[in-house]
């Protein structure tokens, strides 16, 4: 008998440096079940934010607009299982009716959703893709307004 040989080749509809094919790559295992979510909503998240699905093409200003995204979404962002089929646009529609003072995830999650994006790129890179090396995930974080350390000490 013939043995079928299998295919290297990703499906025509998926190119390799896609954003959404690596996305299904990620392995969640070494997670437990609610970061492996949170992992996956920041990776549908970062995927919405881009202008292109071109892996290889990630710049600081991709890296920018992700975090602008995060800061203009409403605080209720995703709560609704309907926000997870909007749009980016559609998205930052709906955090435009929240006055700018209350827009936005908090600075626990806008960091864990950043962190997430620097090991989405590091898995990116090992995985042998082409990345701007000069990408600094790490240049985005937030702190909180007033060093909590000052309001326990006298």
């Keep these: 008998m013939h043995r079928q040989q299998r295919s290297d080749r990703p499906h025509p509809s998926a190119s390799p440096r896609s954003a959404k094919t690596h996305i299904r790559k990620v392995k969640f295992k070494r997670w437990g079940n609610k970061t492996a979510s949170q992992a996956r909503q920041t990776f549908a998240l970062f995927g919405k934010s881009l202008n292109h699905d071109d892996l290889s093409c990630i710049s600081q200003k991709d890296l920018s607009d992700f975090k ?50 620097g090991q989405l790129i590091k898995s990116i890179q ?15 974080r937030t702190q909180e307004s007033a060093d909590p350390m000052d309001e326990v000490l006298p």
């Design 126 to 140: 090992a995985q042998g893709f082409a990345v701007d090396s000069a990408l600094n995930p790490a240049a985005h």
């Design 68 to 117: 602008d995204l995060l800061l203009g979404l409403s605080p209720t962002y995703g709560k609704s299982r309907e926000d997870k089929d909007l749009t980016a646009a559609q998205l930052l529609a709906k955090g435009a009716v929240v006055p700018p003072g209350k827009r936005g995830v908090g600075v626990d999650a806008t960091n864990r959703h950043l962190n997430f994006r």
